[in-house]
């Protein structure tokens, strides 16, 4: 599928390497420098880390959206440095790279949005990086959206695509997006770019509202240990020109959202499996609960607790360790009313039935503890609510790339 | 130290090994069942887990100790078997290891407080408990509280104890207890378990206050991952028998709870340090807070990143992942402001200084980081509150112990 990923009409996009990649943990591709570009002014959303401390780029988009949401040309990203915790001299050189992206596209620098990831708290070169962008928007360029979607990768085992066609008000819309963001929990990594492509036709303050709604399903419900990193982006940009306008509040919207809602879920999903070290992906239901709230506040603290990442990763279905996560979430839980399954649906074990232990064949929830992906679905036999939530396994290997990250 | 190791007096300990390890996991000692008997009724106090899924022990003792915390004779204490999610018979078996309790030592059920560790959701072997109850408390046991530190415990590698005596109101003061809990985060472990006897003479409700004040600056102070098992229990019993009398309020009081902060902290260090695949314990000091809760969650959120505790592993003076916590922990942060150093006061590496990194020497810094302790101090500057918390590093081991632990 990556070979022929493209992004929505109206979109192209490029990559170069401009030498920003040295350290071996992101040596996946040297391609360091992406560029995605619009035929046209479009409008853009974008949802940002909610990190006090917040990346250069992060600073300048925001800015840039508040007020030219309605007119944008063109994201440059490069890979290999944060721009983190780099005081003024970030700020001017996200700037600076803006400006140099809208000279060799012929637009405005406030039509240019700027994502970073990568180290923190180092300059950026911007030698490479003005050399970078001069060649990333020439023919020179390495063109292509697959190309785009393996230069922002950092400790990313493989690209992250995802798209879909569906017909809203008559009309063909394509949603196509790629990320990054190799798992849970490194936010010093910046830990999650993603830029979202569509043809549809939308005002930026609807595009803005469909894409918090997306997000709240998709990229809020990987596990990333609580962490929101200095960098963490996601962006959306419509072309329309397909025609299809999405107005608020109309079916269109409602078909939109859930289309979008689907592409950033796979996306989502991907990082979730391509965590540092994982080896499966490890998918948390809770349902039962009073409220969403509750239930999500479940979900996570199961998701993000090392001793239950761990013994999945072992084969072992521990399920004391599901159960001390739930109680200790600040959700409220009845230890009576808790029922536990390992596995899909069609083929579940029940290990706790009404806060008591079944008695289960361990040997049988032992083997879908060692299948991808690992199910775990509590309910907590309290309301009705239900949320989802997706992480990985924990093993050595994240232990081995995380020690020696930067040195 | 060990060898020598004795409680307050006005009280004895024994253990002996009834069979309930059975993980190779537990097996740095085969003493599973502990005995701490006071020659006479006596004050107590427990301070307890916070989880909403309980276990069956600690329901009973917050129960007896709700009723009769003057008059406390014993505390039992098995590990190997936490007896938590075992419904109501888990709590008849807490019962009946009281009143067996009771009977061989000849006083009542009610004056007897059980404590239990290990793995969740398996009944109590109850015909080993039974044996090992009278095997214990008879002349056949192993007698002395070393023994009983060695009983308690089940993935530490080594014992814990702790004890000072102190001069107070005229009369020297011993306070003096024993504790398990390897390490950080393995809740289904029933993490934490801390007896500590002193001779002072203290009133119930006095006990508890000061019990609850060495807790705040001690065992509440160490990483647990936002954890509290099911059975995290930390209990003081008073014998009376220095005839140094406590009130509240007093200067003797202030004293006390000193020297028993003194003693906890020593406890709660020794685990930290001692945690599951650990080389080296963390300090990480947050000062310039608004107040301490903020100061708190920022030092928390700092100890409990594996990102944070990898890179300690490894030598590596990641400080984007210290900042990075920082700025998720919810408390006021200002960029502009902080200062983070490395090492000892005298002499640190100051990394970041005002919100800039500094041109510090990367390979001095790394040196710190291969030191035991690694200290880790960030001030905020913002106001004048300060907080200590301790955690350890994350290797390959802790995955590995974890990844295998039930089965």
Redesign the interface.
Known sequence: MLDTFTLAPGFRAAATACGLKTSSAMAASNLDLALVAAEAPCSAAGVFT?????AAPVLYDQEVLAQNAGSIRAVITNAGN?N??T?AQGLADARQMAALTAYALRCQPDQVLVLSTG????PLAMDKVTQGIAVVASPAAEQGAPAAARAIMTTDTRPKVANTTVTIAGAPVTISGFCKGAGM????MATLLAIVTTDAQVAPDVLHNALKAAADVSFNRISV??????NDTLLLLASGVSGAAIRAGSDAYAAFVAALSEVCTSLAKQVARDGEGATRLIEVVVSGAEDVAQAHAVAN?IAI???LK??V????P????V??????SGA??D??RLTLAFGPPEREVVV?RA???TTYA?REA?ALFREDPVYIRLDLGLGSAQTTVWTCD???E???I??????
Not at 313 to 316: I, T
Not at 318 to 321: A, D, I, S, T, V
């Open positions: 909610s990190n006090r401390v917040k944060a983190a915790v005081g180290v923190i708290g180092r929990i490194h936010p010093d240990d609580g962490d929101t990193s200095t603290t607790s090392p001793l761990t013994a990763h072992g084969g072992d521990n399920w004391g360790r159960l001390m996560a739930a109680g200790r409220a839980i230890p009576a706790l806060g008591m232990p361990e032992a924990f093993s050595k994240y232990v081995e995380n020690a020696h990250y930067t040195t």
